[in-house]
């Protein structure tokens, strides 16, 4: 055979091509542990199948396993994945569990592909190399590394791989056969993800010369020094990947100004039509929105028939809320310090908990913290640079300085998580006194406290604010706690009679208005709706990078003086599911918003509500709306802490309501 006749003659050449192919498996091998290290092996993975409108979706497989870069066989009855530096084969038909595809080595990378006649795979580990579907001898095909597959032409003749040769990574192309590779577009900086159209007229890539990623082309044949803008706008868009029936041009779009190609992310699947010969502003249509990214789409995701089209979307698994010990340099952690702080854990979980469950929203999670096996709570102990005396652990902004110094002295990876930091400066006078907080679901959060030493024991019977928990500040310790997993301030609701509320004022101030009970606090109503599905609550990753889009229709503020009530009522419209409306009231002009009354209502299935507060201030008043997404999510406008603001006035003993 012709390609046999390019095979090394001498024995030489092969022990050479063997020893270059094992020195690259031993690379990327110990990148995939790197990898799987950063949480990978415990990612849940979906790998769906839809067709050209997005209109009818299937599950192939739901997995526990990392399974990415799904590509279709050559026949259309099977996909080749990429999991654990193998490659796997699963049926379209999801009847069958994956099963593993010889390739003489577990160091492959997910850039593969299954050849036009369906025979070859095409292969990255450090370099390009080829090998019979059915198992067989590696080839190389490459000269260089790294070297990352893109795709084939459709005569399979040709390969077309993204590779760095000095200049940054950019697209070459090298025939199958062998030969020089030749570099496709060098009138640009960046090109990469590369895709041939089926009629192989065209070669479709991404490049981010301009600072964010847009997508492409260049002639197959012929002049490739002239690219051609296919689309650009304010997303981050890649792996453009054209339909076999040379209808559709697929693609996966992150948000604005993401650098390269992440894993888990908020991810859109689009669709434009397939240029012709001239480019022409193009509709975009979304197909799936999803958790993902690297990964999701593979270098064939079409079916032969060009009817269907499969990626893979990801479910990382649920953050932790992780207890560190900061001391400066100079400083030792005091004696019972993990005692101490396992008791405040065990005060914090007994309050959240009932609190959420007393409102009708439980949690799913039995904890929230990592515990020893012993039942103990995990304290991280951190050290900072520098003495006491130094004074750079006075104020709050280091938040981020102690989570790097603890992830890397811990080995934490992943995103999302939650971090509460305990400031120990020295006893009594002495105190780390800026306490703060400040968190979304969607990324997770920080809280900073003081640590205090002064005797006494923490007891998780009581309320926050009595007997020794009182003394030590309980309440504001877990209160900053709240701002880390994206709670805002939230004031008593004094009719209730309920005492003062975690999120609202210090205990000081909430005596000095001489309300009752000045020592209980509780959870609101609307902090445990803002809890419940936040990640750690609800136990599940799912879609929590996702940032719902939203939209409120039909909105109507209305007073009754009979009752001295107002109603509000109005649809939300948006692309997630969302199971709770909140409302906060601003009492007056003359307070801050630890004292905003907060309002809930759960919201129907078709997204409409109605919420209704008593005796409202005879005043002007702002009101401020948010919604609760089951992902955790929690805004009313679309951004991460967003609301929509809305008002009233009040005048000669009338309301006016804004819309």
Known sequence: MKDEQKQPSSRKKTHVQKLVFSLAVLIFCALQ???QDFGYDTTRSVITITDANGKSKRIVLDSNQRFGAPSWSGDGTYLVLNSGGKLWRVSVDGKEKPKPISTGTDGVDIDHGVSPDGKTLAITSGALFAVPIDGGEPRQLTPQSPSYFQGWSPDGKTLVYTANRGRGYEIFSIDFAGGEERRLVPSLKTSDAANYSYDGAWIYFCSHDSGNSELWRVAARGDSSKPELVLADERANWSPRP????????????????????????????????????????????????TGGHGSIGKRPWSPDGHSFAYVSYEPPPPSVRIVMFTPSDLEVPDGANQRLTKIADSAERFLFAGMKQWGYPAVTTNIFRRETNGSAEVLRVKGEFPLSSGRYWKPNYADYVIDRASRQYEITGEGHIWWIFIYLGDRPTRFDDWRGDGVSREGGWAMVNYDTIPGEIRSDLGLDEGFNAQY?????????????????????IPLDLGNSLMGPNMDVYAKKEYPHPDHVYLSEASAAMLWKHPVFSGTDRDRVIQPRVKLIDYHARYSQTDDVVTLTGKLISDQPAHTVVVAEDLGPHEDDHWFRNHSARLARSGSFTVRFDHPPKSDVHYQIRFCFQNGCTTGDGTPTGYIQKSYTYKDGHFEFGE
């Open 33 to 35: 542990s790197f990898a």
């Open 243 to 290: 339909s076999p029936d040379g209808k559709w041009l697929f693609y996966l779009s992150y948000p604005p100004k993401t650098q390269s190609f992440p894993a888990d992310r908020d991810v859109i699947l689009r669709r434009i039509p397939l240029p012709g010969a001239k480019i022409k502003p193009a509709k975009v249509v979304d197909i799936a929105r999803f």
């Open 473 to 493: 500040f309980l309440k504001g310790s877990i209160h900053e706690l709240g701002h880390a997993f994206g709670l805002p301030h939230a004031g008593p609701d």
